[in-house]
């Protein structure tokens, strides 16, 4: 089967969050199980880009409106990602340094998706499935349904998976003239609440729908960021798969980011020399359990309340346990966290930016990794964390409720609580300081932890069964 995946993100290319990583390593398999599976991305000036060989695939010429451009689509040329890797460059448009946060987005993923759609429509043959991933994705279903010059594009079947229903790409209807003209009738198809609204328009057009955990398409029926009826309305299209983890990037044993390897059986030696890098380099004392956050510092991911809950967790509990941050997001969370340095005596530390190697070196080293979300659709963390031997301590949403027992149920490994507050978040932190003293049944939910399996293998099964049924 061919499978041809559009994304705005794509590790180790470009990567923001979990869709990076999700369209790094799902296609990879999908080729191990036997398929044809490709990505097709937006350019970025990034250090990938600068580092690798490209050939040019494909120039094109179309156009955003009345602005007609040449566009060309470049394929990575030696193949070290596992599949077919094209990126879509539209000079002064998509050749920049950032994925996201311009003030036009809304024309750069749009060209970036007519782009596609060209391209595609000027191969002599059509895939078998045509996966878009998020918003900036999200209007290819409609385009091949009703946009006319595509019409012989519309028996290509079209999966929308979402890993994010919080960002919309919202657009107001004085930029429908950048689509490609489409039968007017179905304007409805593109709106929401009086917007064009490109993740509602993939959901209403799209062959079947996914999300990223059972469980988050159940809570999308209910907090979906405005889109809750039309979750409702379109269950039938819409199942949740969960995301695996790239085992091969992943694993404590051979991970190029990490100095001391590890695996089960020797965790609590490994773990510790990474421990004791983690406390050198960031003035922490090694003797007590060692708590991290890694992740945006954004209301999703419960960020704001981490300030409040560390001063608590000092206040209540004893100066029994650090605290290791690392993330970027909010300003005001960015600079509370950074401030609390002054406090410390040495049991907390933060380090604001994006560092992929020191998140590798935390997921090693750290006792506990802390995820107070309140949406979380997935989460990678968690299951990163435990294939490292590394306790979640995770709120009960999403994948995270999918993927955590709590150590207190039968089978449990993982510490789980119910509400985004300051007091369950503390309570937490208790728990994760007294399951540290029991170092025998630390070591067995260690054990336990980095036995689970959550490969793509399993997901990938999923996947193709549902391309199957379309
Ligand atoms: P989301 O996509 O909502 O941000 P996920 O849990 O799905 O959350 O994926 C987060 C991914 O991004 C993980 O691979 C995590 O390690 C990585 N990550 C997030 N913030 C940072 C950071 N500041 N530095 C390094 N990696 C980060």
Redesign the pocket.
């Known amino acids: 089967m061919e499978i041809i995946h559009v994304s705005a993100e794509c ?1 180790p290319v470009a ?8 369209v790094g390593a799902l296609p990879k398999y999908q080729n191990h199980a036997g398929h044809i599976a490709k990505v097709v991305m937006t350019m970025y000036k990034t250090k990938f880009l600068l580092n690798h060989e490209w050939a040019v695939v494909h120039k094109g010429y179309t156009n955003l409106g009345h602005w007609w451009f040449t566009y060309t689509i470049i394929k990575e040329a030696t193949n070290v990602l596992g599949f077919d890797l094209y990126l879509v460059d539209i000079n002064g448009l998509l050749d920049r340094e950032k994925i996201y946060g311009y003030e036009d987005d809304a024309e750069r993923f749009t060209a970036f998706q007519i782009c596609v759609v060209d391209w595609i429509s000027a191969w002599e043959h059509h895939p078998d499935v045509i996966h878009v991933h998020d918003y900036h994705a999200g209007l290819i279903p409609f385009m091949l349904k009703h946009c006319f010059r595509y019409q012989h594009l519309k028996n290509i079947p079209t999966v929308l998976t979402i ?2 229903a919080q960002y919309q790409g919202w657009m107001g209807w004085e930029k429908s003239n950048l689509l490609p003209a489409y039968d007017e009738w179905k304007r409805g198809m593109l709106d929401w609440k009086n917007n064009i609204n490109p993740l509602a328009s993939g959901i209403k057009c799209a062959w079947k729908v996914t999300t ?1 955990s059972h469980s988050y398409m159940d809570e999308l029926r209910v907090a979906a960021n405005g889109l809750e009826a039309l979750f409702e309305y379109e269950k039938g299209k819409c199942s949740g798969i969960l ?1 695996g983890i790239d085992n091969a990037v992943w694993d404590p044993s051979t991970d190029t980011y990490i100095e001391n390897h590890f695996s089960v059986d020797d965790a609590d030696a490994g773990k510790l020399k990474s421990k004791k890098l983690l406390c050198e380099t960031f003035d922490l004392d090694i003797t007590k359990p060692l708590i991290v956050f ?4 954004v209301g ?2 419960g960020a704001d309340l981490l300030p409040q809950a560390i001063a608590d967790s000092y206040f209540h509990i004893g100066r029994t346990m650090n605290f290791l941050i ?3 997001g909010f300003p005001e969370v960015e600079s509370a966290l950074e401030g609390m340095k002054v406090l410390a005596q040495k049991d907390y530390n933060a ?6 190697s ?3 070196l935390m ?1 090693a080293g750290a006792d506990f990794i802390l ?1 107070p ?1 309140r ?8 299951m ?1 964390a435990m294939r490292y031997g590394t306790v979640p301590m995770v709120r009960n949403t999403g ?1 995270l409720r999918d993927t955590v027992i709590d150590y207190g149920d039968e089978g449990g490994y993982g510490i789980r609580f119910n509400y985004v507050s300051v007091g369950d978040i503390t309570q937490a932190v208790w728990r994760a300081v007294e399951l540290y003293k029991d170092e025998e049944k630390l070591k067995e939910i260690r054990k336990t932890m980095m036995q689970l399996d959550f490969s793509w293998e399993a997901s990938v099964k999923q996947y193709v069964a549902l391309y199957e049924s379309l």
Do not use: F, T, W
Not at 294 to 297: A, F, M, N, Y
């Open positions: 590790y990567k923001a969050g979990g869709l990076g990583d999700v890993h994010n990223v995301n890694i992740g945006r510092l999703e991911k690392l993330g970027s380090y604001i930016g994006y560092n992929e020191l998140s590798h997921y995820m979300s949406v979380e659709p997935c989460g990678l963390n968690q990163y994948g």
